[in-house]
């Protein structure tokens, strides 16, 4: 397996535009995250999917920000209308209740998003 | 206050060395215990996971625990410069993939030739 692919790698955008992040969880993976990493805050989780039904979305920011996850293989998270302050690495990362290794999650190599 | 308490570094060391890299925590709910490691431009990966109080140990990697400290480390023998990365605690009430990862902001660790 290819691990979990996230795109773009890289975002650059203008303050208002729509951001849409994409993810392809891995293959068998019933649990999918979003995560925002910033120097201040650290590794942030936005919201999570099991069985591609959004579990805790708490970590959302606010309403500028939505989920989705259509099917099993992959999921999208949006930004509108974006702002400065949502510059960030967003990563996703998969996971698995079955197996040894239901603990360990998967992280892809992140998008970098910066808003102008 | 943040939950979670982590130097940011960076570390600087030389080959061969004894690195030792900690976090303090606040909230005595927090059970299980997880350093990752990040390479730069590249995800967190999981490196080691502990339940409760005590040590464990993987290769050149120590894991300890002081729950009455809120207090856990991780220890790396012998570093190598391989072992330049960024590594983040992680800890959560409960086990499993659901359980809530609350992270670190990391330490950045420079192993020099």
């Known amino acids: 397996d290819a691990g979990v692919i996230q795109s773009p790698r890289h975002e650059v955008t203008e303050m208002g535009q729509e951001v849409t992040l994409r993810c392809k969880p891995i293959?068998?993976?019933?649990?999918l995250f979003w995560y925002r990493q910033t120097m201040m805050r650290g590794l942030e989780l936005l919201i999570y999917?099991?069985?591609?039904?959004?579990?805790?979305d708490s970590g959302m920011p606010e309403d500028r920000f939505s989920a989705k996850m259509p099917n099993a293989s992959f999921s999208t998270l949006k930004i509108q209308p974006s702002e400065p302050r949502d510059s960030a690495v967003y990563f996703c990362?998969?996971?698995?209740?079955?197996?040894?290794?239901?603990?360990?999650?998967?992280f892809g190599s992140g998008t970098q998003l910066s808003v102008l | 206050q943040k939950e979670v308490e982590q130097d940011p570094g960076p570390l600087s060391v030389p080959e061969g060395a004894i690195v030792s890299l900690n976090c303090t925590y606040s909230?005595?709910?927090?059970?299980?215990f997880m350093w990752y490691r990040q390479y730069s431009r590249k995800g967190p990966e999981l490196l080691m996971y502990t339940y409760s109080s005590g040590n464990k140990e993987d290769g050149r990697f120590t894991a300890q625990v002081d729950k009455s400290s809120k207090y856990i480390s991780l220890f790396i023998r012998d570093s190598q410069p391989s072992d330049s990365a960024t590594y983040l605690c992680a800890m959560s009430r409960n086990t499993g993939t659901a359980s809530k990862l609350t992270f670190g902001t990391g330490t950045r660790l420079q192993v020099t030739l």
């Open positions: 909230n005595s709910a927090f059970q299980y």
């Open positions: 990362a998969s996971g698995s209740t079955l197996g040894p290794t239901n603990e360990k999650l998967f």
């Open positions: 293959s068998g993976h019933d649990y």
């Open positions: 999917f099991n069985n591609n039904v959004p579990i805790d």
